[in-house]
């Protein structure tokens, strides 16, 4: 077996396959198969560095078992585990927090979706509930929708008031 190291001219991604130019001998490999670690799939980009290990029966033979930090690939974390992807999220976990960092996030589910916490919980499903001692809601218009019809939060409050005004209270808000 023969480990050699070279930099990724070519992806393949419905394949799981790249292309590598070794530097050593100015030579490039066919396409060679991405090892699958746990079964994640994570391809390299064209100019990464990677290893291979290639059988003895000839270098077409061969896989990448994955690139590699130095030579200008640092690690962007050197705690816990980080998982980037494709430079616009990443996810780390360190001591038992964990973060989810992206510009869009979208949780698919065929029920329900749960996310709880030591003191809160939301069910988002055909029935949503929100348990928490203490919600806020923050926006410039909040509009409420049930099988009754819908209100927004300024016309529920109008509403309020000239109760209020017909029964001679003070105004709660």
Do not use: W
Not at 8 to 22: D, F, H, I, L, N
Not at 123 to 137: D, F, P, R, Y
């Amino acid at each position: 077996m023969a480990i050699r190291i070279g930099r990724v001219t070519s992806v393949y991604p419905s394949e799981g396959r790249v292309k590598v130019a070794y530097e050593d001998s100015r030579s490039s490999s066919l396409p060679l198969p991405m090892m699958a670690l746990n079964q994640e799939y994570s391809m390299p980009k064209i100019g990464d560095r990677v290893v291979t290990l290639h059988m003895d029966n000839g270098s077409s033979k061969g896989f990448v078992m994955g690139n590699y930090y130095g030579g200008g690939s640092q690690p962007k974390a050197n705690i816990g585990y980080r998982k980037d992807y494709d430079g616009a999220a990443y996810l780390v976990c360190t001591g038992g927090h964990y973060q989810l960092q992206t510009e869009q996030l979208t949780l698919n589910a065929n029920s329900l979706i749960t996310l709880k916490s030591a003191n809160a919980e939301l069910t988002l499903g055909v029935e949503s509930v929100l348990k928490a001692q203490s919600v806020s809601v923050e926006a410039d218009d909040i509009t409420l929708k049930c099988s009754y019809g819908e209100i927004t939060i300024e016309d529920l409050m109008k509403r309020i008031e000239r109760i209020e005004d017909q029964l001679g209270l003070p105004h709660t808000i």
